[in-house]
C-alpha cells in the first residue's frame, strides 16, 4: 500500500473516532471530557512510553534509539524557532505564542506516522519509536504544557516542581531505568501497561471531538488563524526539521522515520494538555482537526520529496 494511501485510512480512521466524540456530546450522552483527558494524561500516554521503551529489542539498539531521540528533539527546537517567529512577525501576547507554538511542536508521530513507517521500513523500526516516544512525551508534559499555560491566569499556571512530578515525565525516567538494566516487567504487569498504550489516541480523539461539538465548525473553518498554525505544522516545521537533523543524522532509515514523524499533523495529546493546565484548548482542537483533515494533501507530497 503506498504513502497516500496509507495515510488516507489513518485519516479516516481518526476522524472516524473524532465524529463518535462529537456525536455523542451532541446528543447528550458525553456530558464531561474531562475525565477522558485525565485518563489520556494520567493513564494513557505514561503506559505508551514504558511500552516503548521496554520492547525486546531496544536493549540491543541504545545507540540508534539515542540518534533518534536527539534528531527528534532538534526537531521540536526547529519547529519551536517556527512558532516563536510567527508570534513575533504577528505581534501575538505570550499567551497566545505559547499556543501556537505548543501546536506546532508537537506532530502526531505514532498514531498518524507508525503505520507509515512499517510499510516502508518494516517492523525492525520499532524500538526506535522509543526515542521518539521519550522526547515527545518529556517535550509535551514539559515544554509544551508550560507554552499552553502561558495562556491561563498566573495563578493557574504550573511550578517547574509539578511538572516534573506528572505521571507521563516519571515514566520517561522509569522507562529509562528500564531500557538501561535488565529490569524487567512482569509479563501481566507489561501486558496491561501495553493494552493502556493503545488507548491513548483513541480516547483522546473522542475527547477532541467533545470539545469541537462545543464550538461552531463555520468558525473552525473560518478561523485564518486556525489555518497559519496548520500550515506551520504541516510544512515550515517538518523541513525545517528535516534539514536540521541531515546536518549530523547519516543513517537514512533513522532520518526517514523521523522525517515520517515531523510531517504529521497536530498531536492529539496538545488540546488534553491545554484542558488540564487552563489554556486555550479549544483552539488546540481545531487545529488538530484542520490539521489531520489537510494532511492526507500533505504528507504524500512532501515526505517522498524529503526522503
Known amino acids: 500500500m503506498n504513502t497516500t494511501l496509507l495515510i488516507f485510512f489513518q485519516l479516516l480512521t481518526l476522524l472516524g473516532l473524532l465524529a463518535l466524540g462529537w456525536v455523542l456530546t451532541k446528543t447528550g450522552k458525553l456530558t464531561d ?3 477522558l483527558n485525565s485518563v489520556v494524561a494520567n493513564l494513557g500516554v505514561p503506559a ?11 536493549g540491543y539498539m541504545l545507540r540508534e534509539i539515542g540518534i533518534t531521540a536527539v534528531g527528534y528533539a532538534a526537531a521540536m527546537a526547529a519547529a519551536a524557532l517556527v512558532g516563536l517567529i510567527l508570534g513575533m512577525v504577528f505581534r501575538q501576547p505570550a499567551g497566545v505564542t505559547g499556543t501556537w507554538t505548543a501546536c506546532i511542536i508537537l506532530p502526531n508521530s505514532i498514531f498518524m506516522g507508525m503505520p507509515v513507517m512499517q510499510a516502508l521500513y518494516g517492523d525492525e523500526i520499532l524500538p526506535l519509536l522509543a526515542g521518539i516516544m521519550l522526547i515527545f512525551n518529556l517535550g509535551s508534559f514539559l515544554f509544551a ?3 499552553v499555560s502561558l495562556a491561563s491566569a498566573q495563578k493557574n499556571r504550573p511550578s517547574f516542581k509539578k511538572l516534573m512530578l506528572q505521571p507521563a515525565v516519571v515514566c520517561c525516567f522509569i522507562g529509562l531505568l528500564l531500557i538501561v538494566t535488565p529490569l524487567q516487567m512482569p509479563g501481566p504487569a507489561a501486558r496491561a501497561v501495553e493494552m493502556l498504550a493503545y488507548t491513548t489516541t483513541p480516547v483522546a480523539m473522542v475527547a477532541i471531538g467533545s470539545q469541537l461539538a462545543k464550538c461552531n465548525l463555520r468558525e473552525t473553518f473560518l478561523d485564518g488563524k486556525v489555518y497559519l498554525i496548520v500550515f506551520a505544522r504541516l510544512i515550515p516545521a517538518g523541513v525545517a526539521g528535516h534539514f536540521l537533523m541531515r546536518l549530523f543524522i547519516s543513517d537514512p532509515v533513522i532520518l526517514g522515520i523521523l522525517t515520517i514523524s515531523i510531517c504529521m499533523p497536530a498531536a492529539v495529546i496538545t488540546p488534553v494538555i491545554a484542558e488540564e493546565r487552563g489554556g486555550d484548548a479549544l483552539f488546540c482542537s481545531k487545529v488538530t482537526f484542520v490539521s489531520t483533515l489537510l494532511c492526507v494533501a500533505t504528507a504524500p507530497v512532501l515526505i517522498p520529496l524529503l526522503i
Open 33 to 35: 471530557d474531562k475525565p
Open 48 to 58: 505508551m512510553v514504558i511500552h516503548f521503551l521496554q520492547m525486546p529489542q531496544a
Open 145 to 147: 504544557a508550560w507554552l
